[in-house]
């Protein structure tokens, strides 16, 4: 039994590094996929009865991470957690915390609306039924023209729009 267990381990520690990439996509935080590896360790030793030898280790040590991280999310989440406690707040923690100021959000507002209105009507129309919510086909019966003609219409407005509100997208790029 003492062999099977010593073995089980060294499996279990030969994963640690995938592990811990695992873990980073969900933490995107090198101490917390740290924390988040080791709870995964300990529940895969925990529960070491239940993995069928010949069986995926790697998949079955994955989906306890997996796991682990989402049922930490949600009880997180019900206490009304905003950010872990700690000496100093990171800039990370603030930019999850933070909202964006109203002035500039109409001033935003404002440059789109500009930008859709300087849209000529061959090219709104399709659009913002589409935003709206209406399929291709739906926009072409309603304007009696060919699906490909509202498909290029919309890539069209899109196009403009994207010029249009060029300023935005490297704001866009560093804010996301």
């Not at 590094?17 to 935080?29: E, V, Y």
């Not at 917390?32 to 069928?52: C, F, H, N, P, W």
């Not at 707040?89 to 300087?118: F, H, P, R, T």
């Not at 090219?123 to 209406?134: A, H, V």
Request: hydrophobic share 35%; with cysteine; glycine share 6%.
């Amino acid at each position: 039994m003492k062999q099977a267990t010593t073995l089980f381990t060294q499996q279990l520690n030969s994963f640690s590094g995938s592990l811990h990439a695992f873990a980073l996509t969900f933490t995107r935080d090198d101490e917390d996929a740290r924390d988040l590896v080791q709870d995964t360790m300990v529940k895969a030793i925990r529960y070491s009865g239940l993995y069928e030898e010949g069986t995926n280790m790697k998949g079955w040590l994955f989906t306890i991470l997996r796991n682990t991280f989402i049922n930490s999310y949600r009880k997180n989440s019900r206490s009304g957690e905003i950010f872990t406690v700690c000496e100093e707040i990171s800039s990370a923690q603030l930019k999850k915390s933070a909202s964006l100021n109203e002035g500039e959000n109409k001033c935003v507002m404002d440059d789109i609306q500009y930008a859709l209105k300087k849209l000529q009507p061959e090219y709104y129309i399709p659009f913002i039924r589409y935003f709206e919510g209406f399929k291709y086909h739906e926009i072409a019966e309603e304007l009696n023209i060919p699906l490909g003609t509202v498909k290029t219409r919309i890539h069209v407005a899109r196009s403009i729009l994207k010029k249009s509100l060029k300023m935005y997208q490297d704001n866009y790029r560093k804010a996301g």
